[in-house]
Each structure stands twice: as structure tokens, then as C-alpha cells.
């Protein structure tokens, strides 16, 4: 892609449950190696992702950067690869059916418990005084139909108004994010906090500002594009979301028709957004300073990057048995992960150094080279 003037890196991380989050954990391991995890200026993630991101913010200040590469890295990797060893949906569901308490409050505690400990947004790098990227997680604001912005510095959306300095728990903000309905959705947030006076609000009335409805960040935008979209900086989106699959014989009754009309209307949404951000980049190879960047996807094919090297061996290599794991909040088994994050590592590679430029890598500070090997033993 063409090489913009501005030097921000943004990093969109999709959902996806955990399929997400630890194929993002493969891609942030190949973006370190190269450089780039300490130039990120923004990262925005919804859903599965928001799990990884939120984690890498807390622990941001705990990271050793040496030559720009953090050194002790598995201190992200090998805490949320812990909790992908544990179950979370299954027990939150039947605890808010049987128990007192609702589901999400049960998906919350289960965050806090296995990552978090009750950290907060606080506990994100103030951005603002160059200690790190601006952490955004992305949720989907039920009553106003607006993404919902959860950040150090403020959380709320354009339709209701911005909370300066939220005092929300981490664990919370991603049990919003990554609230898949039907089953984990909704989060009920009360705010008690004022809200900033923003120019554009229309629904500044208690109802909207005072107990806020959340779902999973991907209803609105399971990219996580819309926060990252502005400015001609590098733009970088990792893509975990599963695709919607064919029915010869879709269901007929109201109920599951709905589900499946509903299915459609989402794939619509991602697909769009999808060929919004390709058109981007190929504009972007013609128009000097449009917006440079990388995509990449769990079911990307190694062999459409057109590289003239495959140190990793994946050019024959199918991504959709792994593209293919459920969208789930389900133990996953080691050697799953090792495979899912080494396919994340393989393809961020493929797209770093097909679409990050020589000229762009020197503005930036960053080296894309060949990977010597994957991260974890036994390939894909």
C-alpha cells in the first residue's frame, strides 16, 4: 500500500470469542518481532478481541521494550492463553438462569477473576502523556443504536454523550464488548458519573445516560474499523470473525427463520465493512497518502499475498479447519491454540510484508523481515 504522511498505527483486533482472541495473540507476537506492537498509537478492538486487548493495556507499562521489541512478552501470552484453557459461557449461563444474579454480571466476574483483578479503565495507558496506545473497546449501545466507546480518557457514543474518566471496571467493559446475543447479551451499565456537554447529542435524558444497554461490540461493527477509521495513518485489522455459512434448507418456523434473517443482515454489515477497508487500500495504491495499511483474516490463504518467499511453509495450508472453530467462550485445548496462534502469526507475516512498504517501514522505524519460525512448536 502507499506510504501516508502521518505516522500513527492504528490496530483493529475483530471478535470472534476465543478463536479471536488467541489468533490475535499470534499476530501480536509477528508485530512485535517486527517493530511495530511499540509504534501503535491506537488499538481498537471489539468483542474476543477486546479480551487480548484489554489485557495487553493493563499490563502495557510492565512490558521491557529493547530495540523497540518488548522482551517479555509471554507475560500477555501466556495469561490469556490460561484462561482460553477455561470455560465461561456455559456456567454464566446456566448461573444466571438457576442462580441469583444475571449472566453478564456472571461473564464479568469470570474476566476479573482469571485476568483482571479488579482493574479498571485507569489501569489502561494514559495516551495523552506518551505511555502508550489508546485503548478503545467497542460495544454496541442497545437504546441509542451507536457504537459505545469504552477508554481510559471517557466512554460513551455520539447520540447520548461522553463520561470524562469513567470508573468502570476492565472486566466489565469486556463483558460488554464481548456480550453475544443471544445468550450473553445484555449488560446493563449504570452510570452515575456527569456527562461531558458534546456538540450533536440528542438523547442527553436519564433514560439513555443513566442505565445504559450494551451488547457485543460486532452488532455495531465487529471490525472495530468505525474508532480507527479517521486520520491517513497506517491502519492495521485483524480478523478473527467466523463466516456465515450456506443452508440448502433454511428453517422455515418464525423462530429460527429470524435468527437466520438476522445472520444475514450481520454478514451484510461485516461484508461491507470488509470491502470498505480493501477499497481503502487499493485507493490507497494509486493516491499517494490515502490510507496505507494491512488486512488480514483467520480465513485468509497465505498463497493470495503473492509473495515470492513462504519461510513458514504455508502456501498449501487451508485456514478454514481453524477459521471454522466456534464462536465460543469454550475451553480450548493446548495444541488448538498453539496451532490457532501460530496461523495468526503465519498470515499477519504474509500481509505485513506484502502490504507494508519499504519506504513506509523506514518512516515509521519499523523492519518487516522474514520470520525465522513459529512461535509455538508443531505449525498449523
Not at 30 to 45: H, M, W
Not at 89 to 113: E, H, K, M, N, Q
Amino acid at each position: 500500500m502507499s506510504d501516508a504522511k502521518d505516522s500513527g498505527i492504528a490496530l483493529c483486533l475483530s471478535g470472534g470469542g476465543y478463536r479471536a482472541m488467541v489468533f490475535h495473540l499470534g499476530a501480536l507476537v509477528r508485530l512485535n518481532e517486527a517493530g511495530i506492537l511499540q509504534k501503535l498509537t491506537l488499538i481498537s478492538s471489539v468483542s474476543g478481541g477486546s479480551i487480548t486487548a484489554a489485557y495487553l493495556g493493563m499490563r502495557w507499562k510492565e512490558l521491557t521494550f529493547v530495540d523497540g521489541r518488548a522482551t517479555n512478552l509471554d507475560l500477555i501470552l501466556s495469561s490469556v492463553r490460561k484462561m482460553a484453557s477455561t470455560s465461561i459461557d456455559v456456567g454464566a449461563i446456566l448461573g444466571g438462569i438457576f442462580l441469583p444474579g444475571t449472566i453478564s454480571d456472571r461473564v464479568a466476574a469470570a474476566y476479573d477473576d482469571a485476568l483482571f483483578h479488579g482493574a479498571t479503565l485507569a489501569n489502561l495507558p494514559d495516551a495523552a502523556k506518551g505511555k502508550g496506545p489508546r485503548f478503545v473497546i467497542n460495544a454496541t449501545n442497545i437504546q441509542s443504536g451507536a457504537l459505545w466507546r469504552f477508554s481510559r480518557a471517557f466512554m460513551g457514543d455520539y447520540r447520548v454523550g461522553l463520561v470524562k474518566n469513567p470508573k468502570v471496571s476492565l472486566a466489565v467493559a469486556v463483558a460488554a464488548s464481548s456480550a453475544f446475543p443471544p445468550f450473553l447479551s445484555p449488560v446493563t451499565l449504570r452510570v452515575e458519573d456527569p456527562y461531558e456537554t458534546v456538540e450533536g447529542v440528542d438523547l442527553a435524558t436519564a433514560p439513555f445516560r443513566e442505565m445504559v444497554v450494551l451488547s457485543d461490540g460486532g452488532v455495531y461493527d465487529n471490525l472495530g474499523l468505525e474508532t480507527a477509521w479517521k486520520g491517513k495513518g497506517t491502519l492495521l485489522v485483524s480478523d478473527a470473525g467466523q463466516k456465515m455459512s450456506a443452508e440448502s434448507d433454511p428453517a422455515h418456523d418464525w423462530a429460527r427463520h429470524s435468527l437466520r434473517v438476522l445472520d444475514v443482515v450481520d454478514n451484510q454489515v461485516r461484508s461491507l465493512r470488509k470491502r470498505q477497508l480493501i477499497d481503502a487500500y487499493k485507493i490507497a495504491a494509486d493516491k499517494e497518502g490515502h490510507r496505507p495499511g494491512a488486512y488480514w483474516g483467520v480465513r485468509s490463504h497465505f498463497a493470495k499475498y503473492k509473495l515470492a518467499t513462504d519461510p513458514l511453509g504455508c502456501a498449501a495450508r487451508n485456514p478454514e479447519p481453524l477459521a471454522g472453530i466456534p464462536t465460543r467462550l469454550e475451553a480450548m485445548p493446548e495444541a488448538v491454540q498453539d496451532k490457532l496462534m501460530n496461523w495468526g502469526y503465519a498470515i499477519t507475516d504474509a500481509a505485513l510484508r506484502a502490504h507494508i512498504s519499504k519506504p513506509l517501514q523506514a518512516r515509521l522505524g519499523v523492519s518487516v523481515s522474514p520470520p525465522n519460525g513459529f512461535p509455538c512448536p508443531g505449525g498449523y
